[in-house]
């Protein structure tokens, strides 16, 4: 029974590991209780991989363990898809 909940448990957090937050106008992906969020009325949870593949990058608090993986230019690229669409 136990392994049953460890495993009901693991995958419950696996599954909420991959949703993140972006604002319109951001350029990095958040958690939720995220502080550096400033309106968080405003936040979008999407899927992390995408957002990864769009060009976001990760917010320094909220993801410090992927800053390492981010592309240095993240957010000239997210900056040129809201230019464009404007």
């Not at 949870?45 to 993240?74: H, L, N, R, S, T």
Request: positive net charge; hydrophobic residues 35%.
């Amino acid at each position: 029974m136990l392994g049953v909940l460890m495993t009901f448990l693991s995958a419950a957090a696996f599954a909420s590991a991959d949703e993140v937050f972006i604002t319109p106008n951001g350029t990095k992906y958040h958690k939720e209780t995220c502080r550096l969020i400033k309106n968080k009325g405003t936040l979008s949870k999407v899927d992390k991989e995408q957002v990864v593949k769009d060009g976001y990058g990760p917010c320094k608090k909220c993801f410090a363990e992927d800053i390492a993986g981010a592309a240095p230019d993240a957010g000239d690229q997210i900056k040129g898809k809201i230019k464009k669409g404007s």
